[in-house]
């Protein structure tokens, strides 16, 4: 049924839908009224899930951490620090291939301290095994937590999985979503089965120490494991398709791509404005295309060079900065496209909530086609 | 050790975790010199050198090679040699 809903409202609703039995979090802004309305939920008996309250985000997912090896659906949420104070607990999460979903609601890394919106906090763990899927709006963002539940629950992947949804621009703007039943969810997301668990009657430890002639093929295992993610995501995606009739198979989403000069690339919400400007430069003629990076974590190298393999150059939009490098989707990209000639120009774009028009996405085509990139984009003129 | 999913492991297993793969000198016990006081099996650290006939025998799957055995021993029985792997 269609509501208009906030977004983190109708993120907390798609949780409950996927009937998590353990949910540890965290307050922080921007991703306060997703867990809010869970307790709520909780609270009023609308949700049969143990809530742990905690006292930090560390504490949040090590909770979650034995709530799931103890063989339960588990979710939480944060966001910017308090996902920076979970970091060494996610490593540990994926290493031990506990398919718990998170919410992050993204937001800027301090300092200096902001609460606004972009991608640093998610791209810093882009190696921490994690599946990462970013959304474009408020619909997809409750959709991809039933997707990013059948994923990591698979037994070929266990492997977690960030949810990622801009702070602000999505998570408190109050958007139309078609949200589904409990039977529809219920056909999608089957209970779920954990692969091994906690149990005293038949004991196991997790996350064993490995010796140097054991740990590189752990390593080795996630890593294969989030490649086949990659079937897994697209398989989830039709399957998701045929029920509901919204079409998530695509790792990565072509916009008027076809006969594009400049091809833009993006993730989240940024892709809604990037579309409206590419629609507005094609009525004037101008050959531009957008691709949406849907699944960061495993990166679509394949499909993007597929998709990218016809244009004469690509503007690659990064809402974060691998500080002393480029931004991360660029190097992703340049990896994705070596040998093909194709040059890759990277913009550093509205980090800590600075906002994008679309003028603004024009302006980063102008540059493009005048081939100046690999630059902090819109920049005050006093650091110049 | 077993590749378990996710790093699991049974019960009593960290002994599969043959430690010995640490060392760098491997200790090398000169029966002729040894005069059975045990001191070596007192001050292992490991707990991996077990007596057999009065004389130290080494567990090398454990020895980490920490050169105390070779260090304490009042006959200077014990030598460290490199141990090529």
């Known amino acids: ?384 | 050790m077993a590749l378990g999913v996710g790093c699991t492991a049974r019960p009593g297993r960290a002994k599969d975790n043959k430690t010995g793969s640490w060392r760098v000198f491997k200790p090398k016990f000169d029966s002729e010199k040894c005069s059975k006081c045990g001191m070596c099996m007192t001050i292992c650290p490991e707990g991996c050198i077990r007596e057999e006939n009065g004389l130290p025998v080494p567990d090398y799957d454990y020895c980490k090679g920490c050169g105390l055995c070779a260090e304490e021993c009042p006959s200077e029985a014990v030598s460290m040699e490199k141990e090529e792997k």
């Open chain 1, 1 to 384: 049924m269609m509501e208009i809903m906030e977004g983190s409202h109708a993120v907390a609703h798609a949780v409950k839908l996927s009937r998590p039995q353990v949910i540890a979090a965290y307050p922080i802004t921007p991703q306060t009224h997703i867990v809010e309305a869970l307790a709520d939920m909780v609270a009023d008996c609308h949700l049969d899930a143990e809530y742990i309250t905690v006292e930090s985000e560390f504490s949040a997912l090590s909770a979650c951490l034995g709530a799931s090896a103890a063989g339960s659906r588990v979710y939480s949420a944060t966001t910017s620090q308090g996902l920076a104070l979970m970091f060494e607990v996610c490593y540990n999460v994926a290493g031990m291939r506990l398919p718990i979903v998170m919410t992050i609601v993204n937001r800027s890394l301090g300092a200096p301290l902001s609460i606004w919106n972009d991608q640093q906090d998610s791209i810093s763990l882009r190696d921490s095994g994690w599946l990462q899927y970013y959304a474009q709006d408020n619909q997809e963002a409750t959709d991809l937590h039933y997707i990013a539940y059948k994923v990591a629950e698979d037994h070929d992947i266990l492997l977690p999985a960030f949810v990622c949804l801009d702070g602000f621009i999505l998570s408190h703007t109050y958007e139309p979503v078609d949200m589904l039943t409990q039977e529809q969810v219920d056909s999608f997301l089957p209970a779920f089965t954990p692969y091994q668990r906690l149990d005293a009657d038949d004991p196991v430890s997790f996350g064993m120490y490995a010796t140097p002639e054991y740990y590189m093929e752990f390593r080795y295992e996630v890593d294969q494991a989030m490649k086949r993610s990659l079937k897994a995501f697209s398989a989830a995606g039709k399957e998701f398709a045929e029920l509901f009739g919204r079409d998530y198979s695509a790792p990565v989403e072509s916009y008027r791509l076809d006969d594009a000069d400049t091809a833009l690339v993006a993730m989240g919400s940024i892709c809604g404005t990037a579309k409206d400007a590419v629609d507005e430069m094609r009525k004037k003629g101008r050959k531009v295309g957008l691709l949406n990076v849907r699944t960061f974590r495993p990166f679509p190298d394949a499909d993007l060079a597929k998709a990218l393999s016809g244009v004469s150059r690509v503007a690659v939009l990064d809402k974060n900065i691998s500080l002393g490098a480029k931004g991360a989707v660029a190097l992703e990209v340049k990896d994705a496209l070596y040998g093909s000639g194709i040059p890759v120009l990277d913009y550093i774009i509205a980090l800590g909530g600075r906002d994008v028009r679309k003028k603004d996405i024009a302006a980063v085509v102008d540059l493009a086609e005048k081939n100046q990139g690999d630059l902090f984009y819109g920049l005050r003129k006093e650091v110049l």
